[in-house]
């Protein structure tokens, strides 16, 4: 009996745990070549290879096949990508965009992305994906920031000296210092774009 694993979760769990995929087939007792299709859906999972492969990366069959639950998340106006600007961020629902591979835990909502000052990862236009529950600073990741003060905008940190660089073609834009512990509003974790 075999099984179609959804394109890409073995490789989400293989990545999860920091296994290269030399090392699970190796683990598993498989062909690279054979994880690699599996990986990609294009070849039928044996119940027997799926055991070999969910035994090495330690967690149960289950988790190689489920696919990860679908969220509808709210699009909430916009966010300046450029200067601080007013807070739309708790303004009302404009929207709804269906999304998968979010984390669970997360409390999430989507903003449209207005200015240029993030335009080499979101450019104007952009939906950007906030897990709001996700306040924690790190370097190089993005965020979304207020100064407390009904002004919001988007911008990576980077730490040493603590600032929100902008990551722009546009070089007019400058980083933000933040005075003592900026305020997060949450972590930038997906940006889309249409084409």
């Known amino acids: 009996m075999a099984t179609n694993a959804p394109p890409n979760q073995i490789a989400a769990v293989r990545k999860r745990v920091g296994l290269k995929?030399?090392?699970l087939a190796e683990r598993a007792g498989l062909s690279t070549t054979y994880v690699w299709r599996m990986e990609r859906g294009e070849r039928n999972v044996s119940l027997k290879n799926l055991q070999k492969l969910a035994d090495?990366?330690?967690?149960?069959?289950?988790d190689l096949i489920?696919?990860?639950p679908v969220a509808d998340v709210p699009i909430l106006s916009w966010v300046s990508a450029g200067m601080m600007a007013r807070d739309d961020v708790q303004q009302d629902v404009v929207g709804e965009i269906r999304m998968s591979d979010l984390d669970p835990r997360?409390?999430?909502?989507a903003l449209r992305v207005e200015g240029?000052?993030?335009?080499r990862i979101s450019p104007p236009g952009s939906l950007i994906l906030v897990d709001l529950?996700?306040?924690?600073?790190?370097?190089?990741?993005c965020y979304i920031i207020t100064d407390g003060d009904s002004q919001a905008t988007?911008?990576?940190?980077?730490?040493?000296?603590?600032r929100f660089e902008p990551v722009s073609t546009n070089p007019s834009h400058q980083?933000?210092?933040p005075d003592g512990e900026p305020a997060v509003i949450g972590r930038v974790r997906r940006s889309l774009i249409d084409m």
């Open 154 to 162: 988007y911008k990576r940190f980077r730490s040493n000296p603590p």
């Open 133 to 141: 529950t996700d306040k924690a600073l790190v370097p190089n990741a």
């Open 56 to 62: 090495a990366l330690g967690v149960a069959p289950s």
């Open 116 to 119: 240029d000052s993030m335009d």
């Open 175 to 177: 980083p933000i210092f």
């Open 106 to 109: 997360g409390e999430w909502m």
């Open 21 to 23: 995929i030399e090392e």
């Open 66 to 68: 489920e696919s990860n």
